[in-house]
């Protein structure tokens, strides 16, 4: 049993010496015969009807703990998943081993090589993230994929970069697969498998899991979003046999999952277009001074006459070519020249489809270390973003974020009523992250933003928690454990206290 008291009046002493100065003794010893507050008793923490006895879970970076761009030994270690096994531990919860990293550095060797990709933290300088090499010299990656891989079996299965179909896939974890066009295979994957022949979900299933948790499908739409839709990473189609389309796929996964006794619990996909990675460049950051500003202008005249010609061909609107016009000002707020696929093809002309970016852009977090930077040195009729325009990869525009909308809404549907279907407890991530967008999340005596560095919630990379944001969704999974499975981890004050937990760590930290 747990027992907590609280004074009535917090006040005692500051109401006393009111009471006193005011000579009022009859009022005054009134107040202390009254009765303290009668102390809480909250009831002793139960499993309810779940068995934790072998928990194992599954899923992508958000379950493997990846934070600050990289994959390190702390940020494995306040794990959503392992901050749920700690409260599980008290009632049946079993052990639960984690593919730790070597360091607190981050980043993957291979043969004593970086595999490119893979490269340590990120860490705040004052101004911005920056790789903690830059802070701390001697940082050094330690975790090689040839020469130190632990050894298994792992209750936390998540692997950073894995798309829903990657968990069916065999050979995952072959290391051969790392060098096949396109890769076959998964660096944290390799550290993990049984075999070079298994899949993440065999392994899994190998441990004869009581109690599982599966959130995939984040990566099946943000891939294509942090490339800037330039179709180097598509989105994961929706229709298609298991290993190929979202449906299938998902289905044949809570099928396997659900095969023995297991219970278990799955999240759906938040918007990824809501995160700090999305939202903290803004349109209009270049700074010009009437000269610059004339000079670029000049630049584009023969663009913008173009575009008149077309207007006038009627081959665009007059809406498009206003869209389209390009214009510059002496001002800090100038919005960047992007290119448009979407816009009408009017290289006849020898016209490009740019245009400048709107709020309706998004532009991606690591453009803001390109923009403003020369493609020529010494020439400032060069600066990306200005005259040069920003390549497709470096912005989302409304029409690609429409498709990621589309495919996130598709596939939570799939998975709410799979969920739904197999009768395991589901959580709304995609609320969560719209309220973190829309205003804050209090948990406690804190609360949560998405704003990049200050925020809370967000790492450095804008994309994964930090240690605190994994505690309030491990929050967010036990109260809906308790409302499918009659667990009190609520209602006995057995949540965490997302204070315990950082949001950044020192870059001396190894």
């Not at 209750?155 to 069916?168: D, I, R, T, Y």
């Not at 709410?416 to 209090?442: C, I, M, R, T, Y």
């Not at 036990?478 to 009659?486: N, S």
């Amino acid at each position: 049993m747990k027992t907590f008291k609280n004074l009535k009046y917090l006040g005692l002493i500051a109401l006393a010496i009111s009471f006193t100065a005011c000579n009022d003794e009859e009022d005054f010893e009134q107040f202390l015969d009254e009765p303290l507050m009668e102390a809480v008793t909250l009831p002793a923490l139960n499993a309810g009807s779940a068995d934790f006895s072998n928990y194992v879970a599954l899923g992508n970076s958000l379950t493997a703990g990846f934070a600050d761009g990289s994959l390190y030994k702390i940020s494995q270690e306040n794990s959503m998943p392992k901050i749920m096994a700690n409260q599980f531990a008290s009632i049946g919860g079993g052990s639960f081993t984690q593919p730790l990293m070597n360091d607190n550095t981050g980043g993957l060797l291979a043969g004593g090589s970086p595999l490119t990709g893979f490269g340590p933290r990120l860490v705040f300088d004052g101004a911005g993230p920056v790789p903690i090499t830059n802070l701390n010299p001697g940082a050094m990656t330690t975790t090689d994929i040839v020469l130190n891989n632990p050894t298994g079996p792992f209750n936390n299965m998540g692997v950073p970069g894995a798309k829903s179909f990657h968990l069916l896939a065999p050979g995952y974890g072959n290391f051969n697969g790392l060098f096949s066009n396109p890769p076959s295979a998964n660096p944290f994957f390799v550290r993990m498998a049984s075999s070079s022949s298994t899949s993440v979900l065999a392994d899994a299933m190998a441990q004869v899991p009581s109690f599982f948790s599966l959130w995939i499908g984040n990566d099946d739409v943000l891939g294509y979003a942090l490339s800037g839709g330039d179709g180097s990473n598509p989105i994961t189609p929706i229709a298609g046999p298991p290993g190929v389309g979202f449906d299938a796929t998902y289905a044949a996964l809570i099928a396997t999952l659900t095969s023995g006794s297991a219970q278990g619990i799955v999240a759906n996909i938040p918007d990824v277009t809501a995160i700090p990675h999305f939202t903290t460049v803004p349109h209009n950051p270049v700074p010009l001074d009437a000269a610059t500003a004339g000079a670029v202008n000049n630049a584009y005249a023969a663009y913008n006459g173009g575009l008149l010609q077309a207007e006038t061909f009627m081959l665009i609107t007059a809406e498009e070519r206003e869209a389209r016009t390009i214009t510059f000002a002496e001002s800090e707020t100038n919005a960047v020249v992007i290119e448009d696929e979407s816009l009408t093809d009017l290289l006849g002309l020898g016209l490009p489809n740019y245009r400048q970016a709107t709020a309706a852009d998004l532009l991606v977090l690591t453009s803001s270390s390109f923009i403003g930077t020369l493609a020529v040195p010494g020439n400032p009729l060069t600066v990306n973003g200005v005259a040069i325009p920003l390549a497709d990869k470096w912005v989302l525009t409304p029409t690609e974020q429409a498709e990621i909308a589309t495919a996130t809404a598709s596939f939570n549907a799939t998975i709410e009523s799979q969920a739904s279907a197999a009768g395991l407890a589901f959580v709304d991530a995609n609320s969560l992250l719209n309220q973190l967008k829309n205003g804050n999340l209090p948990s406690g005596d804190y609360v949560l933003t998405s704003d990049l560095v200050s925020g809370g919630a967000f790492s450095l990379d804008g994309v994964h928690p930090t240690s605190r944001g994994y505690a309030l969704l491990a929050n967010q999974f036990l109260k809906a454990i308790d409302a499918k499975y009659g667990s009190n981890f609520e209602a006995s004050g057995s949540l965490v206290d997302i204070g315990n937990y950082n949001t950044n760590y020192s870059a001396g930290l190894q």
